[in-house]
């Protein structure tokens, strides 16, 4: 097992293999064998590629051959099993769709294999992608690399526990409330949530509703994810909330001609932080106002007056129940309990549904008006480091919330439409990872990738793996 392959990133891959100092079949087998070793304990991948191993000798042909290489030519990737790939089971968690296999490629999948990567995997998820933590009744539960006690949080926590654990550079994932940014922060990887509509959603189950709904890649390092995302991004002429091209970016650029203005908050607005993870953001703020960005802290009152959280709830419950009930009709005896908690939420009246909607205007109003006058924000990912598996409450500070409160940083960026990067930056007292989240104005992506990149550069947790014991794995 080559680990000194598997945690380098996918840009450094990519080059390396161009450089033919490694060939793209030495790169996929490392990674296979980190799945044999590390996926019996962690539980991550649920279904290997069969073909990856031919695709990889493919691969190494066209770089002997000297042939035009992607920027991600002979790289593996994974994707959450809510993806559809053309000829490997895409099973969305679900026992519902046990031995389902697309016969086409989502058009992520599809971009992805255009630069060249190569599909290694699929990664766990709970059922339909609905939940905070990633377990489901046809393939289990995924455990935490770091501490196999703790969750790698939902609905992307597959992928985001495997791209830790080793066994794949980059990869997929679905974001409807919380599901890319916080599985990122509770394992100590890197995550993209772009503004809404930025990557299609085309191939990727339910097709309806989606307006809440992203698509949005996990790597270990900012610039594996500002590579995938200037591939994924951009129309596909299927999704129709796809419509503004990668070349309209409202950001400062990778090389800002101004210092940026940046606020950071922890509380009030999010509720409950713990103190490790306020601490986490504050020592951010700082590495950032010593690189010469102008930062200091704010309010931002729309998030003092507003719960996302319960506007999402309100909304995409009775947006989702159609198709989860088409779904599971005649299955009802294999719904896991977060479907079917979904299914006993009681309908909204059309009044309060109709309150909601005009809810998430006012905060569209009230972050517009926060931008004016900053780039960005930095805040929480989540209250909490990665906790217990099917806690059902947490206690922060002395004080007692319920777990759904873990989605109260995430959620105003998913009902607002919002870009938001998850990135490590700090540890707890008891080793688990910290993240913080960087937030920006609609289609300005470039703001929050290049200080995502700033600070990882500053970051005193850069370059830091689970440790093979803690992933159980004999060596």
Not at 31 to 41: G, K, M, V, Y
Not at 441 to 453: D, F, K, N, Q, R
Request: glycine share 8%; charged share 20%.
């Amino acid at each position: 097992m080559n680990s000194g392959l598997v945690y380098q990133d996918a840009t450094k891959l990519a080059e390396m293999i161009r450089a033919k100092e490694v060939s793209p079949v030495e790169v996929v087998q490392a990674h296979l064998d980190r799945i044999e070793a590390a996926n019996p304990n962690i539980n991550a991948i649920v279904t290997v590629a069969d073909n990856a191993l031919k695709a990889a000798k493919a691969a190494e042909a066209a770089v002997l051959a000297g042939h035009e290489l992607g920027p991600l030519h002979g790289v593996p990737f994974t994707a959450k099993d809510s993806f559809d790939t053309a000829g490997v089971l895409t099973q969305l968690g679900s026992p519902i769709f046990k031995g389902r296999i697309p016969d086409s490629d989502a058009t992520s999948v599809t971009r992805m294999k255009k630069a060249g990567a190569i599909l290694l995997a699929k990664t766990n998820l709970p059922e339909f992608s609905y939940w905070i933590e990633s377990d489901n009744l046809l393939s289990g539960r995924t455990l935490n690399p770091w501490n196999q006690d703790r969750t790698p949080g939902g609905s992307s926590g597959g992928e985001s526990a495997a791209i830790a654990a080793g066994m794949s550079p980059i990869g997929l994932a679905t974001d409807v409330a919380i599901s890319v940014r916080g599985p990122a922060a509770l394992t100590g990887v890197v995550g993209l949530k772009a503004t809404h509509g930025r990557i299609p959603m085309t191939g990727i189950w339910p097709r309806v509703p989606r307006r809440f709904w992203h698509a949005g890649p996990l790597a270990r390092t900012v610039r594996d994810v500002a590579l995938a995302y200037s591939l994924l991004a951009g129309p596909d002429g299927a999704d129709g909330f796809s419509t503004s091209p990668l070349s309209l970016d409202a950001g400062v650029g990778t090389t800002p001609k101004r210092p940026l203005r940046v606020g950071w908050l922890v509380e009030p607005g999010f509720g409950l932080v713990d103190n490790d993870v306020a601490a986490t953001v504050q020592a951010a703020a700082e590495a950032l106002k010593s690189a010469g960005v102008i930062v200091e802290p704010v309010r931002i009152p729309v998030l003092e007056q507003i719960n996302a959280l319960e506007l999402l709830w309100k909304l995409q419950a009775m947006e989702t129940k159609p198709a989860f009930k088409e779904a599971t009709a005649g299955h009802e005896e294999l719904i896991y309990k977060h479907v079917q908690g979904v299914f006993d939420t009681p309908d909204t009246a059309i009044e309060d549904f109709v309150i909601a909607e005009q809810q998430i205007e006012v905060m569209r109003d009230g972050f517009a008006q926060y931008f004016h006058r900053y780039d960005a924000l930095l805040c929480p990912v989540t209250p909490v480091p990665a906790h217990a598996h099917d806690a059902a409450e947490f206690v922060i500070n002395g004080q007692t919330v319920s777990s759904l409160h873990v989605m109260d940083a995430t959620a105003p960026l998913s009902v607002t439409g919002l870009p938001g990067l998850s990135l490590r930056f700090g540890t707890s007292h008891d080793g688990l990872p910290i993240g913080v989240q960087l937030v920006s104005p609609w289609l300005a992506e470039s703001t929050i990738l290049h200080l995502g990149a700033l600070l990882e550069s500053m970051s005193p947790v850069r370059n830091q793996h689970p440790s093979l014991a803690s992933m159980g794995i004999e060596h």
